[in-house]
């Protein structure tokens, strides 16, 4: 159970309370700019005689070199031990100040820590903090620059007791599939990938159109609507067959004309009811890490937009924005583990999510979570080896599968870099999703065990789950399966699994179409090519015939189906 002490207005009047000026000072269109400090206090569990914190600071003042925070205890709360944080105790006054690695605080960065504590009778939640003396109010997490405050009503896990939508077009087209009503009633994501998705593409649905839609099937109870924000400038620099219809430096449209227009139709009050749940830039900023500089893998599309900044900017500007309304959930996409699971992408993806989380106005309260292996084939759950696994004198790591990755799967990598995410200074209620619609590898093909042990590459080959040729190949994967079927709070950390990739939908097209989507052809959708450095130079692994990138694919559903694990 979390508890959090949310209420801006009464933070307001806390503050107020604290320096001796009356409630009715505080000027009617107050906003965040004009509060030095906030605070987001959460209990995350509780027993009969402790319980675990955590807690965010955001500095809306000028930057700082160090930081201590405090409050006091109404109860008898003893805290015990701590974490990202130095923390000492004095009767019921608790002092938290900064380790040697988090000291710095820019003007609207933010830190979190957590510490375990005892306590007797009542727990109750302070009333008041203050930043370095200076009184903050308490963060719901939903206030941002605007006219006034905006308290947010947002729960930790959007999907638990929640339907989630069905997107009527999809749901028409699996039908209409020998077979597919069999999964035609499962929830996707509906992707605005372009501008002109928002209000709809050749006579289909509009944002408006569907969060309708989705007002319609929400009921009277609780409905997620999963919406992917996918028009960076620039977008997918390592891969054609998604290439956008923005420029490089197309930074200001990418604005005004893309983010702005959505971010007003999310805040209209009719859908103040419907938990919006945002997938922000699949595939882009764990490009800057991988695939720029000397790295065999980097691409010069890559290095321009490492170095003008607009993946960056643009995913900060989305966050805050979309942030800004008070019953959206942002996720960032945080690739795979095929992708960023090695040592030397996984802590500087980290460090790079961070710097676009507190881009533009953006902060780490702006973000709810972070999705993994949207529109990726990764296993959920490879049960026939363990990356510890040592076979014929070698570690599974040196297989050729592995290749020295710490992950062998989607679970144990979203686990770990969940926690990696708070390190670097995510709040430590982050939760996490994982992209299941082709991770299933199902069929006559699922080992049944593990391999034979007569070398480590025969024992992982022989037993994993994931057949693709090559763990880089990610363009309509031959084999690949349905996984498991959407679900809340599956895992611990993992607030879902989703189908946010809709499947069916063509990752790119097997040869050139000419088309007006802004869309290339890569050739990593073409099942003759024999492979480039991010593929290990193999076969890419790709179905043949394919259409356009997010164009109906009756033969990848098929293949989908056919292959999927659960069983259909």
Same mark, same amino acid.
């Given at each position: 159970?979390?508890?959090?002490?949310?209420?801006?207005?009464?933070?307001?009047?806390?503050? /107020?309370? /604290?320096?001796?000026?009356?409630?009715?000072?505080?000027?009617?269109?107050?906003?965040?700019?004009?509060?030095?400090?906030? %605070?987001?206090?959460?209990?995350?569990?509780?027993?009969?005689?402790?319980?675990?914190?955590? %807690?965010?600071?955001?500095?809306?003042?000028?930057?700082?070199?160090?930081?201590? /925070?405090?409050?006091?205890?109404?109860?008898?709360?003893?805290?015990?031990?701590?974490?990202?944080?130095?923390?000492?105790?004095?009767?019921?006054?608790?002092?938290?100040?900064?380790?040697?690695?988090?000291?710095?605080?820019?003007?609207?960065?933010?830190?979190?820590?957590?510490?375990?504590?005892?306590?007797?009778?009542?727990?109750?939640?302070?009333?008041?903090?203050?930043?370095?003396?200076?009184?903050?109010?308490?963060?719901?997490?939903?206030?941002?620059?605007?006219?006034?405050?905006?308290?947010?009503?947002?729960?930790?896990?959007?999907?638990?007791?929640?339907?989630?939508?069905?997107?009527?077009?999809?749901?028409?087209?699996?039908?209409?599939?020998?077979?597919?009503?069999?999964?035609?009633?499962?929830?996707?994501?509906?992707?605005?990938?372009?501008?002109?998705?928002?209000?709809?593409?050749?006579?289909?649905?509009?944002?408006?159109?569907?969060?309708?839609?989705?007002?319609?099937?929400?009921?009277?109870?609780?409905?997620?609507?999963?919406?992917?924000?996918?028009?960076?400038?620039?977008?997918?620099?390592?891969?054609?067959?998604?290439?956008?219809?923005?420029?490089?430096?197309?930074?200001?449209?990418?604005?005004?004309?893309?983010?702005?227009?959505?971010?007003?139709?999310?805040?209209?009050?009719?859908?103040?009811?419907?938990?919006?749940?945002?997938?922000?830039?699949?595939?882009?900023?764990?490009?800057?890490?991988?695939?720029?500089?000397?790295?065999?893998?980097?691409?010069?599309?890559?290095?321009?937009?490492?170095?003008?900044?607009?993946?960056?900017?643009?995913?900060?500007?989305?966050?805050?924005?979309?942030?800004?309304?008070?019953?959206?959930?942002?996720?960032?996409?945080?690739?795979?583990?095929?992708?960023?699971?090695?040592?030397?992408?996984?802590?500087?993806?980290?460090?790079?999510?961070?710097?676009?989380?507190?881009?533009?106005?953006?902060?780490?309260?702006?973000?709810?979570?972070?999705?993994?292996?949207? /529109?990726?084939?990764?296993?959920?759950?490879?049960?026939?080896?363990?990356?510890?696994?040592?076979?014929?004198?070698?570690?599974?790591?040196?297989?050729?599968?592995?290749?020295?990755?710490?992950?062998?799967?989607?679970?144990?990598?979203?686990?770990?870099?969940?926690?990696?995410?708070?390190?670097?200074?995510?709040?430590?209620?982050?939760?996490?999703?994982?992209?299941?619609?082709?991770?299933?590898?199902?069929?006559?093909?699922?080992?049944?065990?593990?391999?034979?042990?007569?070398?480590?590459?025969?024992?992982?080959?022989?037993?994993?789950?994931?057949?693709?040729?090559?763990?880089?190949?990610?363009?309509?994967?031959?084999?690949?399966?349905?996984?498991?079927?959407?679900?809340?709070?599956?895992?611990?950390?993992?607030?879902?699994? %989703?189908?946010?990739?809709?499947?069916?939908?063509?990752?790119?097209?097997?040869?050139?179409?000419?088309?007006?989507?802004?869309?290339?052809?890569?050739?990593?959708?073409?099942?003759?090519?024999?492979?480039?450095?991010?593929?290990?130079?193999?076969?890419?692994?790709?179905?043949?015939?394919?259409?356009?990138?997010?164009?109906?694919?009756?033969?990848?559903?098929?293949?989908?189906?056919?292959?999927?694990?659960?069983?259909?």
């Amino acid at each position: 159970m979390s508890r959090t002490r949310t209420a801006i207005l009464a933070a307001l009047a806390l503050v /107020a309370g /604290a320096t001796g000026a009356a409630v009715a000072a505080a000027p009617a269109d107050v906003g965040i700019a004009a509060i030095p400090c906030t %605070v987001d206090y959460k209990v995350q569990s509780q027993w009969s005689t402790g319980f675990t914190a955590a %807690v965010t600071i955001t500095n809306n003042s000028a930057a700082k070199s160090s930081w201590a /925070a405090k409050w006091s205890y109404a109860g008898n709360q003893q805290v015990t031990s701590g974490w990202n944080a130095k923390l000492s105790q004095s009767g019921t006054a608790v002092t938290a100040a900064n380790e040697t690695y988090n000291g710095s605080l820019a003007t609207g960065g933010s830190v979190s820590f957590g510490f375990n504590g005892t306590y007797s009778g009542t727990n109750a939640i302070p009333t008041t903090f203050t930043l370095d003396g200076v009184t903050c109010n308490v963060d719901d997490g939903g206030t941002g620059p605007g006219p006034g405050p905006n308290p947010s009503n947002r729960v930790d896990n959007p999907y638990t007791g929640a339907k989630v939508y069905v997107n009527p077009e999809w749901s028409a087209k699996a039908a209409a599939e020998t077979g597919g009503s069999r999964i035609s009633s499962q929830p996707t994501g509906v992707w605005l990938d372009r501008i002109a998705a928002i209000n709809g593409v050749n006579g289909g649905m509009g944002l408006r159109a569907h969060l309708d839609a989705a007002l319609q099937q929400k009921g009277t109870g609780e409905l997620v609507v999963q919406l992917v924000i996918y028009n960076l400038p620039g977008r997918d620099c390592a891969a054609l067959a998604s290439n956008g219809e923005l420029g490089p430096t197309e930074i200001d449209r990418y604005k005004t004309a893309y983010i702005d227009p959505i971010a007003a139709i999310l805040a209209d009050t009719k859908y103040a009811g419907l938990r919006i749940v945002t997938t922000v830039e699949i595939d882009s900023l764990p490009n800057l890490v991988t695939n720029t500089g000397s790295r065999p893998t980097a691409t010069p599309q890559c290095d321009v937009m490492k170095a003008n900044g607009n993946y960056v900017k643009g995913v900060g500007y989305a966050l805050g924005k979309l942030g800004d309304v008070p019953n959206v959930y942002n996720y960032v996409d945080a690739g795979h583990h095929g992708w960023i699971g090695w040592d030397d992408n996984f802590g500087a993806s980290a460090d790079v999510f961070k710097q676009a989380a507190t881009a533009e106005g953006a902060t780490v309260n702006d973000v709810h979570g972070f999705i993994t292996n949207t /529109a990726n084939y990764s296993a959920l759950k490879e049960n026939n080896f363990t990356i510890n696994d040592n076979v014929a004198g070698k570690s599974v790591r040196e297989s050729l599968w592995v290749d020295w990755n710490r992950y062998t799967d989607e679970l144990s990598f979203a686990q770990a870099f969940r926690n990696q995410l708070v390190t670097v200074g995510f709040p430590s209620t982050i939760g996490m999703l994982i992209d299941t619609s082709r991770n299933g590898w199902g069929g006559a093909a699922r080992p049944a065990g593990p391999g034979a042990t007569t070398s480590v590459d025969t024992y992982v080959d022989g037993g994993r789950y994931d057949r693709r040729i090559h763990i880089g190949n990610w363009c309509n994967q031959s084999g690949a399966g349905l996984g498991e079927r959407p679900q809340a709070a599956p895992a611990a950390g993992i607030d879902a699994y %989703v189908w946010m990739k809709p499947p069916g939908e063509s990752d790119g097209s097997s040869t050139a179409i000419p088309n007006d989507e802004g869309k290339g052809f890569d050739r990593m959708c073409d099942p003759t090519y024999t492979g480039n450095p991010r593929n290990g130079n193999n076969l890419s692994g790709a179905l043949p015939n394919s259409p356009l990138s997010g164009h109906w694919f009756s033969a990848q559903f098929q293949e989908l189906m056919r292959n999927a694990s659960p069983a259909l």
